[in-house]
């Protein structure tokens, strides 16, 4: 079964706190609509009105993830329309992040680029089992519209864009040569010196909250993480600033999962 999250494009505008309402639209599923009829259709079953809640609210969870996501991710301000294809398996695995074209715009290669990593970066919600139906993926297609952003949007934004940079750092340097057989949230606390050379790393492991059940304890994880943070060099990391004592004190936050990053990775 196939699923779109909107009939039309969802655009990423307007002020942050407006983002989720502007992607809430109903979820509709493709191929299962009444087909239209002379007599009255007859009232939905409890059970199949219970999994169509279920489903509207895959959807907005889903786009909540996205949409957060893409608009940490759009450092470059890059403008356009894209359709994201999102593959989930039954393990409730992303298994494929691609780009369908789009009859009406055309995107450019770096907007589906990163149309692409959002993806792969993104931990969603648990497809509801009943959505699968005979097929072994659920696939989500997800339109987007990215348009242009005046400077107060750009301002309104870049503490999450920078955030994003920060996490994203974080995994190239170090943390994305791990192995993860589980999801979950790392948050790392540093100390550097000027040459960014990290001094002190303090790991901590928390659940997603879209993917509570699908966290484990681990203290070898977390030890490793730990020693990894310790080899990173700051330097080149965004935001990296030395305080009074000529120090750089700062937090990050790094999601993980075992697709996160591409199928390289799984």
């Excluded at 002379?38 to 809640?53: D, F, G, I, Y």
């Excluded at 550097?192 to 699908?214: I, K, M």
Aim: with cysteine; charged share 20%.
């Amino acid at each position: 079964m196939e699923l779109s999250l909107s009939s039309s494009p969802s655009r990423l505008i307007a002020a942050w706190p407006a983002l989720p309402l502007i992607l809430a639209s109903l979820l509709s599923l493709a191929g299962c609509q009444t087909p239209k009829s002379v007599a009255p259709a007859p009232a939905p079953k409890a059970e199949e009105t219970s999994t169509q809640q279920r489903a509207q609210a895959f959807g907005r969870q889903f786009s909540a993830v996205l949409v957060r996501n893409a608009v940490a991710a759009n450092s470059q301000a890059l403008e356009g329309t894209v359709d994201l294809v999102a593959k989930i398996d039954r393990q409730n695995r992303l298994v494929a992040c691609e780009i369908r074209p789009n009859a009406q715009a055309s995107a450019a290669p770096a907007l589906e680029s990163l149309a692409r990593q959002v993806c792969w970066d993104s931990v969603f919600p648990e497809v509801p089992a009943e959505m699968y139906g005979p097929e072994k993926v659920q696939v989500i297609v997800a339109p987007l519209v990215f348009p242009a952003l005046d400077e107060s949007e750009r301002q309104s934004r870049a503490r999450a864009v920078e955030a994003y940079e920060r996490s994203r750092f974080f995994w190239a340097q170090g943390l994305g040569k791990e192995r993860f057989d589980s999801i979950g949230r790392a948050h790392l606390r540093f100390v550097a010196d000027a040459q960014g050379q990290v001094q002190e790393c303090l790991v901590n492991l928390n659940p997603v909250e879209e993917r509570w059940s699908a966290f484990k304890p681990d203290s070898a994880l977390q030890a490793r993480l730990t020693a990894q943070c310790k080899q990173i060099n700051l330097r080149q990391m965004p935001g990296f600033a030395l305080d009074e004592t000529g120090l750089a004190h700062g937090s990050v936050m790094v999601e993980y999962a075992p697709w996160k990053g591409g199928s390289q990775h799984r």
